[in-house]
């Protein structure tokens, strides 16, 4: 494992299938993400306990395909992983997420700076001969989630 600051690269993983329920946020531009995305995982915080069947409460779970190849893909969907689908609340949405490989790397500071970080974990994809995947599921798994900071483990799909 290579560390850099917050930074720790975890190598490759493979994911079983993941459902997942809470809220899809689509808007123009990267700046209208970096306001929607934090409202979204705040009121999917206060919503939780109406969502069924939760696998890890702490955990929220944001997915997005860095490359859409679709209108349904565009977007970044705000959400926690439930066992099956029962009951979705009112104006949530669920996803299917399928088994897949990634690159993950574990991130511990303000979100404001991971997209930054993606940086490092595309230079590691590629010095270890892996090939990025952006049609396919990106996931930020968020163990901790403050306004000052996070614990994310980021997942760039990979073959």
Not at 84 to 108: C, D, H, S, T
Not at 126 to 150: A, F, M, Q
Request: charged share 30%.
């Amino acid at each position: 494992m290579e560390k850099i600051n917050s930074i720790t690269l975890e190598g490759v993983k493979e994911f079983a299938k993941k459902k997942l329920v809470g809220f899809r946020v689509v808007c123009e531009d990267m700046r209208g993400y970096g306001k929607q995305i934090p409202e979204a995982s705040l009121l999917l915080e206060r919503r939780k306990s109406e969502i069924k069947q939760l696998v890890e409460p702490v955990k929220l779970i944001g997915a997005f395909k860095a490359q859409e190849r679709s209108e349904e893909d565009d977007g970044y969907w705000v959400c926690f992983e439930v066992h099956e689908f029962e009951n979705i609340p009112e104006g949530m949405v669920r996803l299917v997420v399928p088994a897949q490989k990634y690159a993950v790397l574990n991130f511990k500071g303000h979100a404001s700076e991971i997209f930054q970080v993606y940086t490092h974990l595309h230079k590691w994809i590629s010095e270890n001969g892996y090939e990025r995947v952006p049609g396919k599921w990106s996931l930020e798994i968020y163990s901790k989630w403050t306004e000052s900071e996070d614990k994310v483990d980021l997942c760039d799909p990979v073959i």
